[in-house]
């Protein structure tokens, strides 16, 4: 099992940026894939950003491609998720997830294993 532990969140304005980072720790850290979920309030978590174990590819969701920005340190054991031109639409708790594989279908919840406890991201108009 992984412990995850976000941080970063905030109160921005529209068009500022967070990064947000996501520290692991329980297992070797370069050993598996990570992504990043959010939820807004009464809405299902949705993907966002998933990268592979080594970080030499990555997969976003479009609604921020080309505004997010997923990446790794394997030697922190942190992965971060770097967000610029927020939207009000971009309201909501960032989840970090561990996956176990590479490959298939990003986007479903399921496929991840273990969990963050998330991080408030808000952003006003």
């Known amino acids: 099992q992984v412990q995850l532990v976000e941080s970063g969140g905030g109160l921005v304005q529209t068009g500022d940026s967070l990064r947000l980072s996501c520290v692991a720790s329980?297992?070797?850290?370069?050993?598996?894939?990570m992504g990043w979920f959010r939820q807004a309030p009464g809405k299902e978590r949705e993907f966002v950003a998933g990268?592979?174990?080594?970080?030499?590819?990555?997969v976003y969701a479009d609604p921020v491609k080309g505004r997010f920005t997923i990446s790794r340190d394997n030697a922190k054991n942190t992965v971060y998720l770097q967000m610029n031109s927020l939207k009000p639409e971009d309201t909501a708790v960032y989840y970090c997830?561990?996956?176990?594989?590479?490959?298939?279908?990003?986007?479903?919840?399921?496929?991840?294993?273990?969990w963050g406890q998330g991080t408030q991201v808000t952003v006003s108009s």
């Open positions: 997830a561990t996956r176990w594989s590479w490959g298939g279908n990003y986007y479903a919840a399921s496929g991840y294993s273990d």
């Open positions: 329980g297992r070797t850290f370069s050993s598996y894939s």
């Open positions: 990268i592979k174990w080594s970080g030499t590819q990555s």
